[in-house]
């Protein structure tokens, strides 16, 4: 038994007709005075941006060793000691005891102590 709301429903659906959609209206931009220098000045500047970032990853940060000889040593009471990722694959595979000792030295220079019981990496680690 078709309910009441099915057969007004099948009624619409034969009389319904669908309208072609308005077209949508067209808005023209005003130039201002100042558009194309503005853009100009904006292309410059991203010019200027890729050429710096661009720079600074192709030249070198320093001269590179030249053979083992001349890698740099681990100074016993340096803070933070920069070396170049072929210096320290070199130590690591030379000298494992040096390199061990100069990653716990970076390490302690780089994070908080985690000596007291209330230390924020402490109370972290718990939760």
Same mark, same amino acid.
Request: net charge neutral.
């Given at each position: ?16 007709? =669908?309208?072609?959609?308005?077209? /949508? #209206?067209?808005?023209?931009k ?6 194309? &220098?503005?853009? %100009? +000045? ?11 970032a ?10 590179? =060793?030249?053979?083992?000889?001349? /890698? #740099? ?10 070396? &170049?990722?072929? %210096? +320290? ?22 994070? =908080?102590?985690?000596?007291s ?11």
């Amino acid at each position: 038994m078709p309910e009441p709301n099915d057969e007004q429903f099948e009624k619409y659906l034969k009389n319904f007709r =669908p309208v072609d959609p308005a077209p /949508l #209206p067209v808005r023209t931009k005003k130039h201002a005075a100042g558009a194309n &220098s503005r853009s %100009a +000045l904006a292309a410059f500047a991203v010019a200027c941006l890729a050429t710096a970032a661009l720079v600074m990853i192709v030249l070198p940060r320093g001269p590179l =060793p030249r053979n083992t000889q001349e /890698l #740099p040593t681990i100074p016993s009471n340096a803070q933070h000691t920069e070396m &170049s990722m072929p %210096a +320290l694959t070199n130590l690591a595979l030379d000298d494992h005891a040096a390199f061990d000792k100069f990653m716990t030295d970076e390490v302690q220079t780089q994070f =908080p102590s985690m000596q007291s019981a209330q230390s924020a990496l402490r109370v972290l680690a718990k939760e």
